[in-house]
């Protein structure tokens, strides 16, 4: 199976950069996803890191170590739009992905 | 890009009835696509992988008597929540998987997802 770990809440200024980190200890690895979601809505697609090291798209950024089952989402310069819910997803070799509880960022003018 | 189109987006109903939720992929071929359950405040859980010309895989837990899935094409697949009650009300998002070469590393595509609301 797969136990996925984020911190629950989060909350930055407007400007700021906040480290989301994630967890995970998972049987089988294919991937790691972070996805970004609104209150009632479906999730979005931000980064995918399969390969150990930094992802870099924008303001967002993604780090990954398989040998420690860790990776980090960045997010720079925060726009009050950034405030949501914020998934780590780890795809298995069935291309399955098992989600984090996800983390609430909340950002403030 | 690749879109996933799901629909109706909310449905609500009493309680027995049975609610058919489809899910097409607009351009792209899926031959695998997923669908997930979230309740509120609460991540996705995956309920059953569907799988095009052959039968759904439910993950442990999922009552595939209650949760029919079809996978009749490779565009479509579709999840009937049969005699539902208020405790299936919940947000069923699909999703799917482009099954062309050099997509390995893509990222599966999120339909709108459909909002149940059993009364």
């Known amino acids: 199976g797969q136990n996925i770990d984020q911190p629950t809440e989060m909350t930055a200024t407007e400007g700021a950069i906040v480290q989301i980190n994630c967890t995970y200890q998972?049987?089988?690895?294919?991937?790691l996803f972070w996805y970004q979601q609104h209150a009632g809505e479906a999730p979005t697609f931000l980064s995918y890191?399969?390969?150990?090291g930094l992802e870099e798209k924008g303001r967002f950024s993604s780090f990954l170590s398989r040998s420690k089952g860790y990776s980090y989402l960045l997010l720079k310069e925060l726009q009050m739009k950034d405030s949501a819910s914020y998934l780590c997803?780890?795809?298995?070799?069935?291309?399955?992905?098992?989600f984090g509880a996800g983390t609430t960022v909340t950002v403030r003018a | 890009g690749a879109v996933v189109s799901q629909h109706p987006s909310r449905v609500i109903c009493k309680s027995g009835t049975s609610v058919k939720i489809e899910c097409r992929s607009l351009?792209?071929?899926?031959?695998?696509m997923f669908w997930y359950r979230q309740f509120p405040k609460q991540s996705l859980m995956l309920m059953a992988t569907?799988?095009?010309?052959?039968?759904?895989?439910?993950e442990q837990g999922v009552e595939k008597d209650k949760f029919l899935i079809n996978h009749a094409s490779l565009t479509l697949s579709t999840l009937t929540v049969t005699s539902a009650h208020p405790e299936d009300s919940s947000f069923y998002i699909c999703?799917?998987?482009?099954?062309?070469?050099?997509?390995?590393?893509?990222?599966?595509?999120f339909g709108d997802g459909t909002r149940l609301s059993i009364l």
């Open positions: 569907s799988n095009e010309g052959s039968k759904a895989t439910y």
């Open positions: 351009d792209f071929q899926a031959t695998t």
């Open positions: 890191n399969v390969l150990d």
């Open positions: 999703s799917a998987r482009n099954r062309g070469t050099g997509y390995s590393n893509q990222p599966q595509h």
């Open positions: 998972t049987s089988g690895f294919n991937g």
């Open positions: 997803a780890v795809r298995d070799d069935d291309y399955k992905l098992s």
